[in-house]
């Protein structure tokens, strides 16, 4: 019965839950965005309505200085209205309407934004920037005449000339008054260092209409500086500013002592200060008060309408639905797979069920590891069912035979004499040999396997298995040699030793011919001890040699136990030799006889 996965545990679930949390944190983060950048933006149409104000008030206070009256404002102020989309309102400063692009009888906003009085102006300045004092259009009784415009347009033009020649390169700008400037490119004043023809100091001259608004502006600061108890009997010179009538700071009083007191020289500033404002106050409009508001017919330009509102979540829950949808179909085709592999994987052992790749990610992969699962299992299924057979024809042969024996010698058709007994004997000891094999394999499978290590030297180790085997080498008239590097010392259990080398030894006098050679050898390479059990028989096959380990194998089928062994004793030998750290290989070429490798970790010779 297949155990049924709970529906919170599902790979598919589990994806559409991740795909639903990423969604919900990418709508989250849009949402984020939107309102920064919206806010950003609300800032930016601020700072922008900021600006507008400041162009509506710098235009309705240029208007105001060149205007006695605001009888004809009202298209101008429809004009700005229009362009900036703000509603903009004029009034007395007892709130008396002057003009309004507002319907008629619309209510003014709470508070004024600006007052509007040219005389006293922070905002005007081409460059943008805020300027304090009086607005620098209004010019007044200082506008000249056509006759003196043209006349100092000339001087501007020629002194122009001039710089040309000596590489200088200016423009020509005209005052709110009408008079000419030279600047450089940049809009910095020219150099004034010109030679007498240029015509030097001709453009700095006042002009009549110049002069005598100076010399009425002189008479009205003189009146002041004498009630401020600074009069003076040398004359009072007002300089000319190029961008106004008057330079409103600068004064030089002849010979005055107190000109060096900063309170005389701010008091001598604030003479000058209204004396001018007295005298363009004829020429200037009356102050305003400035109020603005919003365009009433505009839409707003941001609104959080149910219709937005729904635009919103509509947006979100299609984000949510489209990530719900594709996470399924990719969601389906990786558990499609996985699922392949859960069937495979339930069905009965012996089938060996293996699963189609058909992808090349972890999946695929899972798959290969799968099958590769799957052969190896049905590998050692083999191998055990082999090793059943192997183990029962092993016993069966020894205790057949000393049945047989036994059978015969009960019904007295033989007698039991030395010989027979000798015989079964002998299967006895083959049967306890098998079964001696047997249990040491379980034993290295289980890690059971008990070593008694101490110190042994590879020569007597050497010299013992060769003694051992001397005898049935000399009847298979196979001579058995050994040869060692001098004293080579090792840590290890010398009986389980001897068993290993002793196998090989064995088996490499089965395989080889009388008048053959089997040589033991001991050698260093290193830290280890080598050693090397070489003989001249038959050898071995190349494709025979990945499985000369393995239990009950024989490279002859054919062979009876007696002639080819029980296929026990080399797969004793790999586990003993690992049992000790080492480990063991073999090689050899058919007809070049083979050679077993035994690498063993060597030890320091002990003291005493």
């Excluded at 122009?160 to 590489?167: D, G, K, Q």
């Excluded at 107190?258 to 604030?270: L, T």
């Excluded at 635009?311 to 797979?337: C, E, F, M, S």
Aim: aromatic fraction near 4%.
């Amino acid at each position: 019965m297949k155990r049924r996965i709970p529906l919170r545990k599902r790979l598919l679930v589990r994806l559409l839950i991740a795909s639903v949390l990423i969604a919900v944190c990418s709508v989250a983060a849009t949402a984020w965005l939107a309102v920064e950048t919206t806010t950003r933006a609300l800032r930016e149409e601020q700072g922008q309505d900021l600006a507008d104000d400041m162009k509506i008030l710098a235009e309705l206070s240029g208007y105001a200085a060149t205007h006695p009256r605001w009888n004809g404002v009202q298209p101008l102020v429809r004009t700005l209205a229009a362009r900036t989309g703000r509603r903009i309102a004029l009034t007395t400063t007892d709130r008396t309407p002057i003009a309004d692009s507002a319907r008629k009888g619309t209510a003014l906003p709470l508070g004024a934004a600006a007052t509007v009085d040219p005389l006293h102006s922070d905002t005007y300045s081409e460059s943008g920037a805020q300027v304090t004092g009086i607005d620098p259009r209004a010019v007044g009784p200082y506008r000249l005449t056509a006759r003196e415009r043209d006349r100092l347009d000339a001087i501007a033009e020629k002194q122009r000339s001039c710089y040309t020649r000596f590489r200088i390169d200016t423009k020509i700008e005209k005052t709110p008054s009408g008079r000419p400037v030279i600047l450089n490119q940049d809009g910095t004043t020219a150099p004034d260092y010109l030679p007498e023809e240029c015509g030097y100091g001709e453009l700095g001259t006042p002009t009549r209409t110049e002069t005598e608004a100076l010399e009425a502006l002189t008479t009205r600061a003189r009146s002041c500086l004498d009630r401020e108890g600074l009069g003076s009997d040398g004359p009072l010179y007002l300089m000319l500013n190029p961008n106004g009538p008057v330079a409103s700071s600068r004064y030089v009083i002849g010979k005055y002592a107190k000109m060096g007191d900063p309170s005389a020289m701010k008091a001598a500033q604030n003479c000058a200060d209204d004396a001018l404002r007295a005298q363009l106050d004829p020429y200037v409009a009356p102050v305003a008060e400035l109020y603005l508001g919003g365009d009433e017919t505009a839409p707003p330009r941001f609104d959080m309408s149910p219709a937005n509102k729904a635009k919103i979540v509509g947006a979100a829950g299609l984000v949510l639905a489209v990530t719900v949808v594709v996470t399924a179909v990719v969601a389906t085709r990786l558990v499609r797979p996985l699922r392949a592999l859960t069937e495979a994987a339930q069905q009965p052992p012996d089938m060996h069920v293996r699963v189609p790749v058909t992808t090349r990610d972890e999946t695929g992969i899972l798959a290969e590891a799968f099958n590769g699962l799957t052969e190896r299992r049905e590998r050692l299924e083999s191998q055990r069912k082999a090793m059943v057979s192997d183990i029962a024809h092993e016993l069966r042969s020894p205790l057949t035979n000393i049945r047989g024996w036994l059978e015969v010698t009960r019904d007295g058709v033989v007698e039991p004499d030395a010989a027979l007994l000798a015989s079964l004997h002998e299967e006895a000891l083959l049967l306890q040999r098998v079964i001696d094999d047997l249990q040491d394999l379980a034993a290295a499978d289980a890690g059971t396997l008990h070593l008694h290590r101490e110190p042994v030297r590879a020569e007597d180790l050497l010299d013992q298995v060769a003694a051992a085997h001397r005898v049935a080498a000399d009847t298979a008239g196979v001579t058995v040699r050994t040869e060692d590097e001098g004293t080579l010392w090792l840590d290890a259990d010398p009986v389980r030793m001897r068993q290993a080398l002793g196998n090989l030894v064995s088996n490499a006098l089965r395989h080889t011919p009388a008048g053959g050679t089997v040589t033991l050898a001991a050698r260093r390479d290193g830290d280890d001890v080598v050693f090397t059990v070489a003989d001249t028989g038959c050898g071995i096959a190349r494709e025979d040699l990945p499985h000369v380990f393995e239990r009950f194998w024989r490279a002859e089928k054919s062979r009876s136990r007696r002639t080819g062994g029980s296929g026990l004793g080399l797969p004793i030998v790999r586990h003993l030799i690992a049992a000790h750290g080492g480990t063991a290989v073999a090689a050899g070429e058919p007809g070049a006889g083979a050679v077993f490798t035994l690498r063993m970790p060597g030890a320091p010779e002990p003291e005493g």
